[in-house]
């Protein structure tokens, strides 16, 4: 028997526009939403380096630059460009339905 994926609301397309990122929480974890040239990816708001928080860094041309060392991610594929050996972004699949952004795990 399978189980199916739990989906929850997180913002409007409205709230995440073009060349912008969110910071959205549930629970006690918190994902950042890009809208990178009108597709919106998610990931989680921690740094796989020392865990700072990305939604504090710059999101230009679909990388996100970490506030604490720099490192640079490609926000589509979740590939770190500063440093490729190293893990990439923790990924979670983002839903658009009409005017509604969500969140599927
Ligand atoms: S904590 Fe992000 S680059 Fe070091």
Redesign the pocket.
């Known amino acids: 028997m399978s189980t199916q994926p739990e989906r929850w609301l997180v913002a409007t397309r409205a709230q995440v526009p073009d060349g912008c990122m969110r910071r959205v929480t549930r629970g006690e974890q918190s994902w950042v939403l890009f809208n990178d040239g009108g597709e919106i990816v998610a990931a989680a708001d921690v740094?796989?380096?020392?865990?700072?928080p990305?939604s504090a860094?710059e999101f230009e041309d679909g990388i996100v630059v970490?506030?604490?060392?720099?490192?640079e991610f490609d926000v589509r594929s979740g590939e770190c460009v500063?440093?490729p050996e190293w893990p990439g972004l923790e990924r979670a699949t983002v839903i658009v339905d009409g005017e509604m952004v969500y969140l599927e795990s």
Do not use: E, Q, V
């Open positions: 740094c796989p380096h020392k865990g700072a990305l860094g970490c506030p604490l060392h720099g490192w500063s440093m």
